[in-house]
């Protein structure tokens, strides 16, 4: 959780004087529209294909819990100084080697997204430019499929690239790395059967496990959010060996049926289907000592506050098609209880409410990307179209344009 007393309505009440933590240079960059506005409610310039970023800066910047961490902060807060994305600035020109060059390429992720959440929840400004930000991104992400930069790019790539600095910059913990490389996972291998309510202790003391490994090397706002704990089970199919493997995840990437208009109930299902593994894919069993067709099992064990699902809506070499399909989904009381296997969160019930959607429209390889963000202080509903801002109707949020979806936990 934030570690943080304040409301997001409290750090507003004192945040009137925030255009005073500007420097003049960044003044300069979030320029020409200084126009009075309400909180949370200021557009993002499009430099040249940017929308792919402004569409998953906004539903963050309205993810209540995240603004707060970050206007709660001074106006530089300080980055992990372990950590890659603070090392080096952007107009170092010194020859570096191998072990520090992916250190040069990188900005500080978390004080550019600093600045332009104050700018945009400070009420000054009709529009701000997301150039810092951009080229924090685009840095972090050298060498990658992704150049970031005024490029047509993928929102959902932007946003897990954009989380993964974030969490370095932010990252409590020195010795942690980026969540790609470090999502700490325990594996368990095992051919005996137990009674259930001892097979389900013995679960609960594995994912435990796990997940302390996991957060002893990653503590930060990131991973209090928006990650949780999938149990993944392997079965051989030849001498029914299992291997069960509990890994955090940062979002859901569920599948979307094409030409038949689903819910996002259906979409969940088939994503936790199993999967069967055979062929160039089979597992390399090691009760066989040999590769065997076997079974995939995803479980949900422990669920973020902030829940992202990503619809994959491009297939095909390089995401060449898009399925246009209506994704039917809450906008309040999604109930998650039907998917988990932990008892104990079956417990707890597990209920949330959409406050933001990244849409794309148009075709896989040409389209225009917005974002429909639920506004805290007015409890309003608004579609960010890069500068341009609009109140619209909850009925109106849900649309086959619909790409990542931003849910929060019900209180």
């Known amino acids: 959780r934030p570690r943080t007393g304040q409301s997001l309505s409290q750090i507003l009440a004192n945040h009137s004087a925030v255009i005073n933590s500007f420097d003049q240079e960044t003044l300069d960059q979030l320029l020409p529209n200084r126009l009075s506005t309400s909180p949370g409610l200021t557009g993002l310039r499009n430099l040249g294909n940017s929308c792919y970023a402004n569409c998953v800066l906004q539903c963050l910047s309205n993810t209540v819990l995240l603004a707060t961490h970050f206007l709660a902060q001074p106006p530089e807060p300080p980055a992990n100084e372990g950590s890659a994305a603070s090392s080096k600035s952007a107009d170092s020109d010194a020859v570096l080697d191998d072990?520090?060059?992916?250190?040069?390429?990188?900005?500080?992720?978390?004080?550019?997204?600093?600045?332009?959440?104050?700018?945009?929840?400070?009420?000054?400004?009709?529009?701000?430019?997301?150039?810092?930000?951009?080229?924090?991104?685009?840095?972090?992400?050298?060498?990658?499929?992704?150049?970031?930069?005024?490029?047509?790019?993928?929102?959902?790539?932007?946003?897990?690239?954009?989380?993964?600095?974030?969490?370095?910059?932010?990252?409590?913990?020195?010795?942690?790395?980026?969540f790609e490389s470090s999502s700490a996972s325990l594996e368990v291998n095992s051919v005996e059967s137990t009674a259930p309510g001892q097979q389900q202790h013995q679960e609960d003391l594995e994912a435990s496990l796990a997940w302390r490994a996991h957060r002893q090397t990653n503590d930060s706002i990131v991973v209090d959010l928006f990650q949780g704990q999938l149990k993944s089970t392997l079965t051989c199919q030849h001498c029914q060996h299992s291997s069960v493997t509990y890994e955090a995840f940062m979002y859901c990437s569920v599948p979307v049926v094409d030409n038949f208009d689903c819910s996002l109930n259906d979409c969940l299902e088939a994503f936790l289907q199993p999967e069967q593994l055979t062929g160039a894919c089979q597992w390399l069993c090691p009760a066989c000592d040999s590769r065997r067709d076997a079974t995939k099992q995803l479980d949900v064990w422990r669920l973020p506050p902030c829940l992202l699902v990503h619809l994959k809506r491009f297939r095909g070499?390089?995401?060449?098609?898009?399925?246009?399909?209506?994704?039917?989904?809450?906008?309040?009381?999604?109930?998650?209880?039907?998917?988990?296997?932990?008892?104990?969160?079956?417990?707890?019930?597990?209920?949330?409410?959409?406050?933001?959607?990244?849409?794309?429209?148009?075709?896989?390889?040409?389209?225009?990307?917005?974002?429909?963000?639920?506004?805290?202080?007015?409890?309003?509903?608004?579609?960010?179209?890069?500068?341009?801002?609009?109140?619209?109707?909850?009925?109106?949020?849900?649309?086959?344009a619909a790409y990542i979806l931003f849910y929060r936990q019900q209180s």
């Open 99 to 178: 072990a520090d060059s992916r250190k040069a390429r990188q900005l500080n992720i978390a004080a550019s997204f600093s600045k332009l959440c104050r700018a945009l929840w400070c009420g000054a400004f009709a529009s701000v430019s997301p150039a810092g930000i951009l080229t924090a991104v685009g840095r972090y992400a050298a060498g990658s499929t992704f150049e970031g930069g005024q490029e047509q790019q993928d929102a959902q790539e932007f946003l897990l690239f954009l989380l993964d600095g974030m969490h370095e910059d932010l990252n409590r913990r020195s010795t942690g790395k980026a």
């Open 317 to 400: 070499y390089d995401g060449g098609k898009k399925i246009s399909s209506l994704v039917k989904f809450p906008v309040a009381g999604l109930d998650l209880d039907r998917f988990c296997r932990n008892q104990a969160l079956k417990s707890n019930r597990r209920v949330y409410n959409l406050y933001g959607v990244c849409n794309h429209y148009g075709r896989a390889d040409c389209g225009h990307y917005t974002a429909a963000c639920l506004n805290a202080p007015t409890n309003q509903w608004h579609c960010f179209d890069d500068d341009q801002v609009s109140k619209i109707e909850p009925d109106n949020v849900v649309s086959a």
